[in-house]
């Protein structure tokens, strides 16, 4: 199964992360499919590719609990309903 996980990466104490679509049996730091956006919990600053997850959403992507909050609060399960519907 393919998931939507968060990829750390920056130093000690100012760490960032990417949001990826992995295999789910893949380590937290392996290499992904593809990157589909990035989250900084300092600053909470975040940049997604909405088209790119919407396509991995459609094909049964499952998003880990932390990367569903960042989705929720982006309006992104919308519009995977509103495209669905069309």
């Given at each position: 199964?393919?998931?939507?996980?968060?990829?750390?990466?920056?130093?000690?104490?100012?760490?960032?992360?990417?949001?990826?679509?992995?295999?789910?049996?893949?380590?937290?730091?392996?290499?992904p499919l593809?990157?589909?956006?990035?989250?900084?919990?300092?600053?909470?600053?975040?940049?997604?590719?909405?088209?790119?997850?919407?396509?991995?959403?459609?094909?049964?992507?499952?998003?880990?609990?932390?990367?569903?909050?960042?989705?929720?609060?982006?309006?992104?399960?919308?519009?995977?309903?509103?495209?669905?519907?069309?």
């Amino acid at each position: 199964m393919i998931k939507l996980r968060l990829k750390r990466f920056g130093k000690k104490r100012e760490a960032s992360y990417r949001i990826i679509a992995i295999n789910d049996l893949a380590r937290r730091d392996g290499r992904p499919l593809e990157e589909l956006g990035f989250y900084n919990p300092r600053t909470d600053e975040v940049r997604l590719d909405v088209e790119g997850i919407v396509k991995r959403l459609k094909q049964g992507a499952q998003p880990t609990d932390t990367v569903r909050r960042i989705l929720v609060k982006a309006n992104v399960f919308e519009q995977v309903s509103a495209t669905a519907a069309s």
